[in-house]
């Protein structure tokens, strides 16, 4: 069984660039989430879908940040424009169980803004 | 609102000496807690969950933790450190919150097995 993987692995932009982020679930995974670490913290929630649907979006920064899961299979992050406190890894991560259950997670994506 | 405490930024260990990773939580309900552990260039690894039971939870690779009530604390432990365990460990907390789901992360420990 594939994993979670993301796309790319990093990324280095400029601050006012836009930069889109890809998650890939585990198949048959309904429930998506992002998250973030920016250096040396925590990782921090960033929202959840539910298939398609955006169930918990109460991390996302500002509005700058936009999220989509289309069909409800992948899902995108935009950051547009990219400010210099974006950078960070983006870990997404999928579970079948809403529950008690475990998230499994991506590799993550390194994001540098210069 | 939930939240983990990991009050060691590292820890350091000699291969084959047992190893402890602490992490404290608050919650209001009963928690459900988790270690992750993340090696160099590779994403976050489920090593074991608390939900309910048995307070000595047994996980991956030889991993183990115990859930503590009256102290609040869900440390991890292994009885004999191998050189290969070492990584970045994170302990999380279910929220109970609006998101339900979403997990809250501690600072993350970062531990060191020498030779």
């Known amino acids: ?114 | 609102a939930q939240s983990v405490a990991q009050p060691e930024d590292q820890v350091n260990v000699a291969e084959g000496n047992p190893l402890t990773v602490k992490c404290t939580y608050s919650v209001s309900g009963n928690p459900y807690l988790f270690w992750y552990v993340q090696y160099p260039n590779r994403g976050l690894q489920f090593l074991l969950k608390y939900i309910t039971g048995d307070n000595l939870v047994k996980g991956s690779y030889g991993f183990e933790a115990e859930f503590n009530k009256s102290q609040t604390s869900f440390h991890l432990k292994k009885p004999s450190a191998l050189v290969s365990d070492s990584a970045l460990y994170f302990c999380a907390v279910r929220d109970w919150g609006t998101g339900f789901q979403k997990l809250v992360f501690g600072t993350g420990t970062r531990l060191l097995v020498s030779p």
């Open chain 1, 1 to 114: 069984e594939a994993g979670v993987t993301q796309f790319p692995s990093h990324s280095v932009i400029e601050k006012g660039q836009t930069v889109t982020l890809r998650c890939d679930p585990i198949s048959g995974h309904d429930n998506l989430y992002w998250y973030r670490r920016v250096m040396g913290k925590e990782i921090k929630f960033l929202l959840h879908f539910v298939k398609e649907s955006k169930q918990d979006e109460s991390g996302m920064p500002n509005n700058r940040f936009l999220a989509e899961r289309t069909g409800g299979t992948y899902s995108t992050l935009k950051v547009q424009p990219a400010e210099l406190e974006d950078s960070g890894v983006y870990f997404c991560a999928s579970s079948q169980d809403p529950g008690g259950g475990e998230q499994y997670f991506g590799p993550g994506t390194r994001l540098t803004v210069t």
